[in-house]
């Protein structure tokens, strides 16, 4: 686990070049929407403006961070009752919606004059753009690292298992081990039994080793990526096939408390992936 957290100290050191680049994209963003934020708390906004944001310019991010504090997407859909695609939007109604929501929601503190119906002064201008920016570039930069890193390790575990001369098949999903791939190929994500996992690889003795990845950036985090997710997902895959046709594994990177990994390995599989040699000098064992 130490190598674990070291790894993750040096990626995380390096990710001010990424935080800059986020942070100038969504400065210019902010600034390009501040001259509608009159109309947007009037509820008088042009509804083709809210339809391009959610529908085609990064799920309505912007317009969801000017809410104090920020909306995600899928809360920003059961507030308004609406889905937030071009068809879902479709309607006067539904976009009446969102943009209520929006106003309701919109901060005081970094756009005060909005509420006070009045013209905003350069700095207040200049703290609400900085502010919104670092907001949206920080939560850019999380989801980021954790989809790049969840990316690295499934890559990393199929060109593993294609060096040791199986092949990609397509995925769909696995409800009999006769919908799994044949041995020694595998695949992608898809749901097996009603989890969804991230790798699915059937060895030469026709077991199936189903594969999650997972990152966590602190011990807390951690709890709910293996206990909740990964040892959830063993117990339903167990249950989907029978305990001697799966073998559920886990490849992990980052920080994790070692009690959750000591309990996880009941029911899981660990891998790190530092140590994928490990996993390969299991797979090689197999005939």
């Known amino acids: ?6 790894a993750f100290r040096h990626s995380r050191l390096n990710e001010q070049s990424l935080y800059n680049a986020f942070f100038d994209k969504y400065s210019l963003a902010f600034k390009g929407i501040l001259d ?6 009037a509820g008088k906004i042009d509804p083709k403006f809210i339809i391009e944001e959610f529908a085609e ?10 809410a104090g504090p920020p909306v995600s997407s899928d809360d920003m859909a059961t507030l308004a009752d609406v ?9 006067k109604g539904a976009v009446r919606a969102v943009n209520s929501i929006l106003s309701a929601l919109l901060d005081p503190r970094r756009f005060p004059w909005i509420a006070e119906g009045r013209k905003a002064t350069q700095t207040e201008i200049e703290v609400a753009v900085t502010s919104s920016a670092a907001l949206l570039a920080s939560q850019r930069v999380q989801t980021d690292r954790r989809n790049r890193a969840k990316e690295e390790q499934e890559k990393a575990v199929k060109l593993l298992f294609m060096g ?3 092949s990609e098949a397509r995925a769909k999903p696995i409800q009999l081990i006769t919908d799994a791939p044949d041995p020694k190929h595998l695949c992608g994500s898809t749901k097996l039994g009603s989890k969804q996992g991230d790798l699915y690889v059937r060895l030469p003795d026709k077991r199936l ?37 799966v073998i559920p594994a886990v490849v992990l990177s980052g920080v994790f408390k070692p009690d959750n990994i000591l309990e996880a390995q009941k ?21």
């Open 57 to 66: 310019n990064g799920d309505g991010e912007v317009l969801r961070y000017l």
């Open 209 to 245: 080793l189903a594969i999650e990845c997972k990152v966590s950036n602190s011990e807390v985090n951690s709890f709910k990526r293996v206990m909740n997710d990964s040892v959830g997902k063993a117990v339903v895959w167990r249950r989907a096939l029978g305990e001697n046709q």
């Open 36 to 41: 509608a934020l009159p109309e947007l708390h």
């Open 267 to 287: 029911d899981i599989h660990i891998i790190w992936d530092h140590r994928l040699t490990d996993l390969k000098d299991f797979a090689v064992s197999i005939k």
């Open 1 to 6: 686990m130490a190598t674990a957290r070291e």
């Open 83 to 91: 889905k937030l695609s071009r068809a879902g939007l479709s309607s």
């Open 164 to 166: 040791l001369g199986y």
